[in-house]
């Protein structure tokens, strides 16, 4: 009830965090989520000790750099899971298999969260290629700050690893009976495959450089309207390699920017013939 709220969250309250969210990070609110977005912020409230949104929103608009990382990480949702959307990773290995004569492949997953999917597709590498040395660099960044920090230490929880298969678990996890309570480690060898860092799809320059041979950018466009969605991947496009693959996630299609892209099937594109 809005009665019972300890703040008080006007529509204008709401459409204000809805054009600031968009204009830094891109993210499209729907206008359905106004109670999320009121539960979710008043922790910062509380945090900031401040008494309104009024102020809270003052704060943002000053442009407090570690603020905006906590709201951006309070407000998108990162679900996911080892291997999830599965289909992708036998595609990957084939893809890999071609690419196996280049002393260089580098992927990119730019939606990494806490690290579930990066981590496959280095075990999709160290399984195709038969060894934890191969020419593969793997950056993984995402917009959160707190989801990069689980990933980069790679512990699990046992729940959060129960649908590997005892073969994936052995070779490429440590059972960690010690830190919180236990669970299991991503091995050293298979870490030092990958690269964590922050980057926010929207800022003007990104340090991620090309020819990226494989682009996982699966479950990020439904927070972008389409031409936020255009404006990425028109950036995207230059820095693939020739038979470069971008994944994206089986609820997305990029059909509105077929002049770049173009479907092969099961969420996986390649670049339109003229962008090479």
């Known amino acids: 009830m809005l009665g019972d709220r300890e703040f008080q969250f006007t529509s204008a309250d709401f459409e204000r965090v809805r054009k600031l969210i968009y204009e830094y990070a891109g993210i499209s609110l729907s206008p ?29 608009e000053r442009g407090d750099r570690l603020e905006w990382e906590k709201v951006v990480n309070s407000l998108t949702t990162n679900l996911t899971s080892f291997f999830r959307e599965p289909h992708h990773f036998p595609i990957l290995a084939e893809h890999l298999k071609k690419l196996q004569g280049k002393s260089s492949i580098k992927i990119w997953c730019s939606a990494a969260s806490t690290g579930e999917e990066p981590y496959s597709i280095a075990m999709t590498v160290v399984e195709t290629f038969g060894s934890f040395n191969t020419p593969v660099s793997i950056i993984a960044t995402d917009l959160d700050t707190s989801v990069l920090a689980t990933a980069s230490k790679g512990f699990y929880t046992t729940d959060r690893v129960d649908k590997l298969s005892p073969e994936r678990l052995s070779r490429f996890f440590v059972r960690d009976g010690v830190t919180q309570g236990g669970g299991y480690s991503v091995k050293p060898e298979l870490r030092r495959m990958l690269s964590f860092q922050r980057l926010n799809l929207l800022e003007p320059n ?29 950036r995207f496009a230059p820095l693939m390699s020739e038979n470069g693959l971008l994944f994206a996630g089986h609820s997305e299609s990029f059909m509105h920017a077929a002049d770049l892209f173009r479907s092969q099937g099961k969420t996986v594109y390649d670049l339109v013939p003229k962008q090479r």
């Open 206 to 234: 990104w340090f991620v450089r090309g020819p990226i041979d494989a682009l996982f950018c699966r479950n990020v466009m439904i927070y972008f309207d389409k031409p936020t969605q255009y404006k990425i991947l028109s």
């Open 32 to 60: 359905t989520k106004q109670d999320m977005v009121y539960s979710r912020l008043a922790r910062r409230l509380r945090e900031t000790n401040k008494r309104t949104f009024a102020d809270y929103l003052a704060l943002l």
